[in-house]
């Protein structure tokens, strides 16, 4: 056990990971040495920042917990602590079951921590963050909370509403970060095309990214979360325009038929779906979608699901993840529907549409053959340089794997690569001469 150590462990998005970087910048700030996500940590304090998403998440954190628990009755911890999206929504179930934590809070009282543990928040390190990723890339958070009110999600109970940061302080933090070398920003929220709107009932969402675009430093900005209805259409001309934005969109469509978007209470219809795919297409020649859909929701029809799987035939979406609806506790759909799709057939329909998504997947990371990218390196692995293009975000996208050669390449800078081949999963290069 090492004294005046704090191992930090992050479960879920990279909306809890900012989290854990605000609160690690107070912690060393005070004295405190910080070890984030360790194998194998040592601290004599822990702090556990929780997800409550769905409920694979939610074990997964319990379980988390359960294992610090053993580690403080065994000695070698002496005081656990726990935040984040679980206890926010279960803070008082968890206190009565897992009574051997020292103290729960929730997703905004986090930092009280600090005076609990006998410190004072630092003024000076407000709004900073010791860096968890790689020194060249950050992930920026523009906002907490959704208004969407979508009928399976569970983010609105445990967040709230939706809330902008003032533009200035975002815009200022991304200064301060491209001066200090990172330059790559994931720009995350649970909504960001809402941006703004609980300001002044504007969208703001295409001005902050255009402004951000022009800082000094910022060479790639790669945007997350978006939502179908009532996309601002304008960000689309600031994608194609500034060199800086990532020709990348992450948003979530969740399904295409009518019926399950009526009853997920999505808002957007089937035609308006397709209309906004071709928009984006149009407006963003080159265009990398990513996109999240859902099998399994009550009421889901075999019709509903060869709607879907005929529509990402035709959409051809270059990112796709996928997931089995579960009920979640408090949600509508919980309250007002069976869940009545058999749990072996949620998963047949699942693994039916991840392997359409991967023949598709492949014969687009197959067309890059021959192309030369900008890519950015972020690790070496073995034999392998790994990067990235600006159609690849950390951690859920293929990657660039370069030999390594006589010539040595540096960290967390771009160079252009030649692609060679291509598997179902990552790219192949060579680096073109400079």
Not at 284 to 312: A, C, K, Q
Not at 318 to 341: I, K, L, P
Not at 351 to 360: G, P, R, V
Request: charged content about 30%.
């Amino acid at each position: 056990m090492k004294k005046n150590q704090i191992d930090i462990i992050t479960m879920g998005c990279s909306k809890n990971l900012v989290d854990s970087e605000l609160l690690m910048k107070q912690f060393e700030a005070n004295g405190y040495d910080c070890v984030h996500d360790s194998e194998a940590p040592e601290g004599e304090i822990a702090v556990i920042n929780t997800c409550g998403f769905i409920e694979t998440a939610k074990e997964e954190s319990i379980n988390t917990i359960l294992e610090f628990v053993n580690r403080k009755e065994n000695g070698q911890l002496r005081q656990l602590y726990v935040m984040g999206c679980l206890s926010q929504r279960y803070k008082e179930e968890l206190e009565k079951e897992i009574p051997e934590v020292d103290k729960f809070y929730g997703k905004f009282n986090f930092k009280q921590l600090i005076s609990d543990l006998g410190k004072a928040e630092i003024p000076s390190c407000d709004g900073r963050r010791h860096l968890t990723t790689p020194p060249h890339y950050a992930y920026i958070k523009i906002a907490e909370g959704c208004d969407r009110h979508c009928a399976y999600c569970a983010i609105p109970l445990i967040t709230g509403k939706h809330r902008s940061r003032k533009m200035d302080d975002i815009l200022q933090e991304v200064a301060e970060l491209a001066a200090n070398g990172v330059k790559e920003f994931q720009i995350i929220e649970q909504e960001l095309t809402y941006y703004g709107i609980d300001l002044d009932g504007k969208h703001h969402i295409t001005e902050l990214i255009s402004r951000m675009a022009d800082i000094p430093g910022v060479e790639w900005i790669r945007l997350h979360y978006a939502y179908p209805n009532q996309f601002p259409l304008d960000l689309l001309d600031v994608i194609r325009e500034k060199p800086q934005v990532c020709k990348y969109l992450d948003v979530a469509l969740q399904h295409v038929s009518d019926n399950m978007l009526s009853r997920m209470r999505r808002h957007v219809t089937k035609q308006e779906t397709m209309d906004f795919i071709r928009a984006l297409r149009e407006k963003v020649p080159g265009l990398h979608i990513r996109t999240t859909l859902m099998v399994g929701f009550p009421g889901e029809t075999e019709e509903d699901f060869n709607e879907l799987m005929e529509f990402v035939r035709w959409a051809r979406f270059e990112r796709m993840g996928a997931f089995a609806y579960s009920h979640e506790e408090g949600t509508y759909s919980e309250q007002h529907y069976e869940d009545d799709v058999p749990e072996d057939l949620k998963q047949e329909r699942l693994d039916k549409l991840m392997a359409l998504q991967q023949e598709i997947a492949a014969e687009i990371e197959a067309e890059k053959i021959g192309q030369t990218l900008k890519v950015i390196i972020d690790r070496k692995e073995g034999d392998y340089y790994i990067g990235r293009s600006e159609f690849c975000s950390p951690d859920v996208d293929p990657e660039v794997l370069i030999k390594v050669d006589i010539k040595p390449l540096v960290i967390g800078n771009f160079y252009d690569v030649n692609i060679t081949s291509a598997d179902e999963f990552d790219l192949y290069g060579d680096v073109v001469n400079e």
